[in-house]
């Protein structure tokens, strides 16, 4: 049972992993924490944005739309590898998914394929939106990736989490594609060796 990271503690988490790291307005106060419960938290979920430009890109993480409210994730990672950090507390970015899926998590073994949408993802998730359009064409640059090695790392430091902690949008739920371009399995080896 892990008790949410503080916004000072995910600062220097962060910073203290080797990030880039932007404070974005009012971020430490911006959540969705009137709409619903936020931890306890088991993981950290990736996804990509489906934008392109990253000032249009960072404000939308933010601000939301208008069928969805944000902020839309605790960071935002532009192609440059700066971590944008658009919100703490509850956030909408991961939605329903599998609870099969969650208790994978939660006991760190191989997960089950997602087919299944009872359970509030964006309660016991962090999660990163990295700018990418999500076709399977838009590259993704050695430094942006090496941020999201980084920012997951960071988080299962703090909470003493292994790489399996660290789950794709399309690994929580079928309906989501998300992120598109690396596998997740690679990102988790990038990541379990940084943690060694
Ligand atoms: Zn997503």
Redesign the pocket.
């Known amino acids: 049972m892990a008790t949410p990271i503080t916004a000072t503690a995910f600062v220097a988490a962060l910073k203290k992993e080797g990030v880039r790291v932007e404070e974005v307005r009012d971020w430490r106060n911006h959540n969705r924490n009137h709409k619903g419960p936020w931890g306890p938290v088991h993981g950290v979920m990736i ?1 990509h944005t489906v934008t392109s430009g990253s000032k249009e890109t960072v404000d939308l993480i933010y601000d939301g739309r208008a069928d969805l409210p944000g902020p839309l994730s605790h960071g935002c990672i532009t192609k440059d590898g700066t971590v944008h950090l658009t919100g703490h507390g509850r956030a909408n ?1 991961a939605g329903l998914g599998d609870d099969d899926v969650l208790r994978a998590v939660i006991a760190e073994r191989g997960l089950p394929t997602p087919n299944e949408r009872n359970t509030d993802g964006n309660r016991y998730f962090y999660g990163f939106e990295c700018e990418n359009l999500g076709d399977g064409e838009d590259p993704w640059p050695e430094e942006q990736l090496d941020a999201i090695e980084r920012a997951a790392a960071a988080l299962c430091r703090h909470h003493g989490w292994g790489a399996r902690s660290v789950v794709g ?1 399309l690994e929580w739920t079928d309906q ?1 594609s ?1 992120p598109r371009g690396f596998t997740m399995d690679a990102l988790r080896e990038r990541i379990a060796d940084r943690l060694k």
């Open positions: 996804h970015h949008h989501k998300d």
